[in-house]
C-alpha cells in the first residue's frame, strides 16, 4: 500500500501551463512504476503518462504527447505532470497511480491511487 496525494490543480485558460504534483508517503516509492491518469465527465479513466522506477523510461498517450511531461523525484518521493498548451478537452480530474503498466492499448493501473485534483480549462 503506498498513500498518495494530488495537489495543483486548478482553472486555467487554453494555452497556459500547469503543473500537478503527486507525493507518496511509502518507504518503497523508488521501487515502483508511476502513472497519471485522468478522467473527464462521462468518460472512461484513462492512462495519460508513466514513468518507470528511476525516471529513464516514460510513455505517453498520444493526445498529450509533446505537450505533458511526466518526471519524478525520488529523493522527495514525489511525482510531477508538467501540462503545456492546455486544450479544452484536457478537462478532468487527474490522479496519480502507483503500479501502472500502460502502453498501447493497455492502461492497467496499480492498487494505489490518489484522492484526485481537478483541472479545469476554459476558453
Known amino acids: 500500500q503506498v498513500q498518495l496525494v494530488e495537489s495543483g490543480g486548478g482553472l486555467v485558460q487554453a494555452g497556459a501551463s500547469l503543473t500537478l504534483s503527486c507525493v507518496a508517503s511509502g518507504q518503497s516509492f523508488s521501487t515502483y512504476v508511476m502513472g497519471w491518469f485522468r478522467q473527464a465527465p462521462g468518460k472512461e479513466r484513462e492512462c495519460i503518462a508513466t514513468?518507470?522506477?528511476?525516471?529513464?523510461?516514460?510513455y505517453y498517450v498520444s493526445a498529450v504527447k509533446g505537450r505533458f511531461t511526466i518526471s519524478r523525484d525520488n529523493a522527495k518521493n514525489t511525482v510531477y505532470l508538467q501540462m503545456n498548451s492546455l486544450k479544452l478537452e484536457d478537462t478532468a480530474v487527474y490522479y496519480c497511480n502507483a503500479g501502472s503498466v500502460c502502453y498501447a492499448g493497455v492502461s492497467q493501473p496499480g492498487d494505489s491511487w490518489g484522492q484526485g485534483t481537478q483541472v479545469t480549462v476554459t476558453s
Open positions: 514513468t518507470s522506477s528511476s525516471g529513464g523510461a516514460t
